[in-house]
């Protein structure tokens, strides 16, 4: 069946249709476009797992077929392999910031943090309007208002869950919560029964999961871990299984390593309680970073060979290692163990969740997202319908741990420009060919040069991106009082 041909059929049924696929047909499926829909119309339930600080190979899931390095070389994570041997995993796959506070945001409303003029952690968010703007949990009930919907575990915004359409919440969480302190100790490995609240947030998330399959509710459940986020923690049995496996050349943080084990387990809880309710067949399941790891983690090499090599730099940068995230999703009538090249962003998420709703008719306003539903399920459509083409990441402002410099950049296909707002100059790179970002092509690529440069600044105008000025934070004051804009 043809992509217009799916469109159609789900633009004429009465109730909200989505296909879901026989198990044993994925993996044998051998044709070109969507897969054959079963005989009964079925809406979807999705599981988002967004983690803290996870870098792109901080798992033990190889991210990019032809790069060793794109997993971790001790980190252990056997539940998240599995879910990449029943799914999609991307390759090539982008937080929409460095840090946490604008990625999420990014994420929810499928705005970059430039249009947003949400930019670091510590602003003023007043200017955002929480309320008016179309999130995730709003435009899956403007699809099919039976929907009910739950974000549990670290926030890390303004206002509150229930204002941007959450059922229920943990409430506007933060860092604090998780049990992080910014200090020295953060480092320090802790063993707890409950490390990072990972155990308990995951039983919540059951508990509403059966309270929705009883209800015959669809649902869309984010849970939004405070792992792998300092401070260290995990549980004595974790840690015990790990201390003594052999280090990586990158990653060797026993706790660390530990703690992310103990992610894990909880992602292999959630597959039980899928299986168990019976709702394998209409569940689909998003794994995503809100952001690169810190690179200077004890042990590591810091920005050289930080924990994101053979990305560069991390946490902080728009850099390869700050934004380049993993990111996989399963279920009904996405391929096997498979593999997209395509860049995408946290901005297409809220997008393609509708589409794989059943919405064809619902226009998003003032969005830098695009649908990928159809690489989900045709392998041969690799491109991203978005209003700007190219994926944007905007950093103004100097930063004391990370490049120290402002700097703004967008991809557009293989190519990558990034351009420091203090003396205006720019770099180019072919991340198909040079992912740890190492030869800068500008000078031998001038049309390609100007022809990013051109396209990122305009954006920037476009959206009146918040503009770098010496000595601006952009921490606390409201952006009136700040004036600087494209």
Known sequence: MSSKKFRNQLSSTVKIIVFAFAIISC??????????PLEKDITPNFIFILVDDQGWNGTSVQMMQNESGSKSDYFETPHLEYLAKNGMRFSDAYASA??????????????????L??????????HIDHDGFTSIPKGLKMVNPQYRTAHFGKWGMGSEPHVLGYDVSDGPTKNKDGN????????????????????????????????????????????????????????????NMLKDKPKGEQQKDAGYAAMTFDLDESLGLILEKIK??????????????????????????????????????????????????????????????????????GTDLLPTIMTLAGNNTIKLKETDGGSFAHILFNENQKNITRDVDGLFFHVPYKNGIALKRPHSAVRKGDFKLIKFQDDQSVQLFNLKSDIKEQTDIEIENPKKTKELEKILDDYLVQVHAPKWQEGITWENKPLQEINSNY
């Open 27 to 36: 993996s044998e499926n051998k044709t070109k476009g969507f897969p054959k």
């Open 117 to 126: 003029s949400l930019i670091r952690v510590g602003m003023n968010t007043d």
């Open 180 to 239: 992080f302190v910014n200090n020295k100790t953060q480092w320090t490995h802790s063993i707890k029964k409950d490390p990072k609240h990972i155990f308990s947030l995951t039983n919540r998330s059951m508990d509403f999961m059966t309270s929705c399959t009883e209800k015959q509710k669809p649902f869309y459940l984010q849970i939004s871990h405070y792992a792998v986020h300092a401070n260290i923690e995990s549980k004595e049995s974790s840690y």
């Open 98 to 115: 460095p840090v946490c506070a604008p990625s999420r945001y990014s994420l929810q409303f499928g705005k970059t943090p430039a249009r």
């Open 276 to 345: 168990a309710l019976g709702i394998e067949d209409n569940t689909y399941i998003i794994y995503m970073s809100d952001n690169g790891s810190v690179p200077n983690i004890p042990g590591a090499k810091k920005y050289e060979k930080s924990y994101n090599y053979p990305l560069s730099r991390g946490k902080w940068d728009a850099l390869e290692g700050g934004i380049r995230v993993p990111l996989l999703i399963s279920g009904p009538g996405i391929k096997k163990n498979s593999e997209s090249a395509t860049p995408v962003s």
